[in-house]
């Protein structure tokens, strides 16, 4: 109790002060409240820890005798840590309007007691547990949630099953247990489920190849990595929850953009603004005490925006902490009064916000794919990794493409701030001559990739050590030392999706490869017979220019600059086969995704445009009827352009209304491309009449924050 009241003061204390007063030092509380393998080895015996762990290599299900001590264990150490729920948390494909606080994941607090049913009395006295059935199971009505089909209300049962390989935690008195989430059936109906599926793809081919090929002999797994950069803009809440469009679609729909905005790129890597700095401190801290640790901090381009990344893992683990992190972003940030904002482009003119994917596959013995290291060893699967990477980008190219494509990354992607929409990999300059040489019959190894010196031109600071390829941020898919990284992935995408597609593809380009030395050719010809026929995806210029869109069409490769082109792909023979084949996606599970992604950008904006026309009638025509009457005694000058502006709004506004009385129905594509090709412009042109009319009202008059106020609030 007494321990409970000073947790309670300092809780306090801290919440009053904005988190001034931590109350403990977050490097010591490190993982303190996660499940983890320390944890287990300490509290489990250790033949059934080793039972546990081996089952997670073999896939085998945990026996019912173990799965009953690991649930007492687990409660007894969730309750040292003051827990009183425990939650199966998964992730439904979300989607559609109101992006704001990102993708966030789903769960129903259970209370971690029960009536004690072996008890002799009648009465059933209640006893305090965590029955190992509901920890590795749960199941709840799935209709609700998007499905595609796959559920609906009277077939409506679906499943939660604790994913093994990521760890239980403890936050907000809630004991966390990461799911997949399956109908009864067991076809997938969320994100994580087709993710853990293309990783054992993933396990499978990839130990083939090693065995092909000869190398790492010692593996026995295989894993792919993900560590992501998180970009956000942080608003005060007060401004967020007066504009309507913020509220209801995570985007501001109107606003001119002030004389200072993103000129000179200022704010890049300035100093955190203090009270952001105190919600990503203590961000920072419940993620180390979960298990995250944070590994990076900064301001990012544009004005408001900042971004945070952490300590690279597993992929399930660290698709599982981006969620929590926008989680915990939005739940801290609401004691702060301020507001996060997840979405891809909440200000127009300035830069949007992504999720850099940087990803990487290997063995549990430490080689990776995309190292070339210092041993024979490394360079050989190096230059094999990535001929399996061109492969799977060159022949799935739309199937990445679709994993960005989102109502919100619509306005990024192609957009000089982010990659284009053609999706292309860049494994550095010096690499793609090294390809031109194995192609040409050169060896596999002899790719030099030692680090340069450089002298800096003074003696006071030391020379540098550059790395052998340079960086290129006009590129989908740059290489970064030991790492890809996908950078068209949007801000408030769930990152389970585009990495569970990178997973596949390179699955595919291992199995590929496997098999072709398999059947008889050497590796070497192999490799380079793969460089061949998947060159033309290697591109290691300006990916913003308007030459490369123009080279990249007579390559073939794809420019699908709209959700809508691109979903149009994604459920293609060759695609479902894809998916089939590498037991990730069984076509019916193909096929309802794609129609829960264009529900999901149907859905996006015609709340889109709803909104728009909800705040034009009620806020912005109103204000300048306001602005007009005030200016009508002055100078005509300065009342016939406010004339001309409250005209063209009325004039846009009937335009857009009567385009979406007219929608079609009942025809997921033909909806889509309505919104796409007929809405957007109406609103496009909607937008350009209030902002000029805000660009002429009087100070004040504006029935909304500004964009001034809302980018420099802090
Ligand atoms: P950048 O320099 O591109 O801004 P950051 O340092 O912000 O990169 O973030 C890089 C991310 O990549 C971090 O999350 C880091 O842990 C992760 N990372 C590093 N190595 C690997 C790897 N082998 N596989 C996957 N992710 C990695
Ligand atoms: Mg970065």
Redesign the pocket.
């Known amino acids: 109790m007494g321990q409970n009241t000073s947790t309670a003061v300092l809780e306090a204390v801290n919440t009053m002060t904005g988190g001034a007063f931590p109350m403990k030092d977050p490097l010591d509380a490190a993982g303190s409240c996660v499940f983890d393998d320390k944890v287990m080895a300490e509290k489990l015996p250790a033949a059934i820890l080793k039972r546990f762990q081996d089952c997670l290599i073999s896939g085998d299900p945990t026996t019912e005798e173990d799965q009953k001590i690991i649930a007492d264990t687990l409660y007894e150490w969730a309750r040292e840590r003051g827990a009183i729920d425990f939650a199966h948390w998964f992730f439904p494909l979300r989607g559609g309007g109101g992006a704001v606080g990102g993708m966030l994941g789903a769960f129903k607090q259970d209370t971690l007691l029960d009536l004690d049913f072996a008890s002799k009395y009648v009465t059933k006295p209640m006893k305090a547990c965590l029955p190992a059935e509901r920890l590795f199971q749960g199941e709840t009505d799935g209709s609700s949630f998007p499905n595609g089909g796959l559920r609906v209300t009277h077939s409506a049962a679906a499943f939660t099953t604790w994913d093994r390989t990521s760890a239980p935690f403890v936050l907000n008195k809630t004991l966390y247990i990461p799911c997949a989430f399956v109908t009864h059936f067991g076809k997938c109906i969320d994100e994580k489920t087709p993710l853990l599926r293309s990783m054992d793809a993933v396990k499978v081919q990839g130990l083939r190849l090693l065995k092909a090929v000869g190398l790492g002999k010692d593996a026995n797994t295989m894993h792919s990595?993900?560590?992501?950069?998180q970009e956000f803009f942080v608003i005060d809440a007060e401004h967020y929850k007066a504009r309507p469009d913020l509220v209801n679609t995570g985007r501001s729909l109107f606003g001119k953009l002030p004389t200072r905005h993103q000129q000179g790129d200022l704010n890049y890597f300035q100093p955190i603004p203090t009270s952001v700095a105190t919600l990503l401190d203590r961000v920072q801290a419940l993620m180390l005490e979960v298990g995250c640790p944070m590994?990076?901090k900064h301001n990012e381009v544009a004005p408001g925006q900042h971004?945070m990344?952490?300590?690279?893992r597993t992929a399930n683990v660290s698709c599982d902490t981006n969620v929590l992190f926008m989680e915990v972003m939005n739940r801290e940030a609401q004691k702060l009064g301020l507001q996060v904002l997840f979405h891809e482009k909440p200000f127009a003119g300035i830069n949007g916000s992504g999720k850099?994917a940087?990803?990487?596959v290997g063995t549990d013995t430490g080689l990776?794919f995309?190292?070339l290291g210092k041993t024979e060893e490394g360079a050989k699967l190096f230059v094999t990794g990535i001929a399996c990477l061109s492969y799977g980008l060159a022949q799935y190219n739309e199937l990445v493409r679709c994993t960005v494509a989102t109502a919100g990354n619509d306005h990024r992607l192609g957009a000089q701030e982010a990659p284009p929409a053609i999706i292309s990999l860049y494994p550095g300059q010096g690499f793609e001559q090294y390809v031109d040489s194995i192609i040409a019959g050169g060896d596999l190894l002899g790719y030099k990739a030692e680090k340069k010196k450089q002298p800096t031109g003074c003696s006071q600071a030391m020379f540098i050590e550059a790395n052998v390829e340079d960086r290129n941020r006009t590129a989908p898919f740059p290489f970064?030392g030991?790492?890809f990284?996908f950078r068209a992935v949007g801000s408030s995408q769930n990152c389970c999706l585009p990495v569970m597609v990178c997973n596949a593809i390179m699955a595919a380009g291992m199995g590929k490869l496997a098999g072709m030395i398999e059947g008889g050719m050497s590796h070497r010809d192999a490799v380079a017979a793969m460089y061949k026929e998947n060159k033309h995806v290697i591109f290691t210029g300006n990916g913003y220019s308007d030459e490369w869109k123009q080279d990249a069409a007579k390559r073939g490769l794809p420019n699908l600059n709209t959700t809508p082109k691109a979903l149009a792909t994604w459920n293609s023979d060759k695609n479902s086969k894809l998916f089939e084949t590498l037991k990730i996606y069984t076509p019916e599970e193909t096929a309802a995704r794609q129609e829960v992604m264009y529900e999901n950008y149907i859905s996006c904006l015609s709340t889109e445009a709803e909104t728009m026309v909800d705040m034009t009638e009620t806020g912005i025509l109103p204000a300048c009827a306001r602005d007009l009457q005030k200016s009508s005694t002055a100078n005509q000058k300065y009342t016939v352009p406010r004339k001309v502006a409250y005209e063209a709004i009325v004039d846009e506004l009937e335009k857009l209304k009567s385009c979406l009385e007219s929608k079609p129905h009942g025809d997921l594509v033909k909806e889509a491309d309505y919104f796409c090709d007929t809405v957007k412009p109406l609103m496009v042109s909607l937008r350009k009449a209030v902002d000029t009319a805000e660009s002429l009202m009087e100070a004040g008059v504006y029935p909304y924050p500004t964009y001034e106020q809302m980018i420099y609030s802090h």
Request: aromatic share 26%.
């Open positions: 990595y993900l560590g992501w950069e590994a990076v971004e990344s952490p300590v690279f850099h940087n990803w990487s990776n995309f190292y970064c030991n790492r990284e």
